[in-house]
């Protein structure tokens, strides 16, 4: 599961749509994404679109969503195995607390 350059490009065209305000304050992906690009295009394809944000560390995704604002970024699966925040097993009701928690899903 992951972002790869199609997807990263929506989110960057989100935000600077004229009069369509997209609110980033708080997200949840279903299962922890990654980012499939190389990082030698990712420095190239940030530089182009002129946002700022380089890889470091880990392939995930939770500091792309930073470099927006995003202050609340959680994850939910099945298990903690690559690290999610939340662990849900989907094919049963959603714990109530996760209702109207955030403003955006994100299913890569």
Known sequence: MGLNRHSLNIFLKLK???GF???FDSIITIGR???HEKNSFLEKFFNQKKHN???????YSED???SFGCKIIDSIDYSN???ATVIQDMNHNIDVNLENRYDLV???
Do not use: H, P
Request: aromatic share 16%; proline share 0%.
């Open 64 to 66: 792309f969503f930073k």
């Open 106 to 108: 994100i299913d890569g």
């Open 16 to 18: 600077k749509l004229t």
């Open 21 to 23: 305000d997209v609110n």
């Open 81 to 83: 195995f690559e690290g």
């Open 53 to 59: 944000f380089s890889l470091e560390e880990n392939n």
């Open 33 to 35: 994404q990654g980012i």
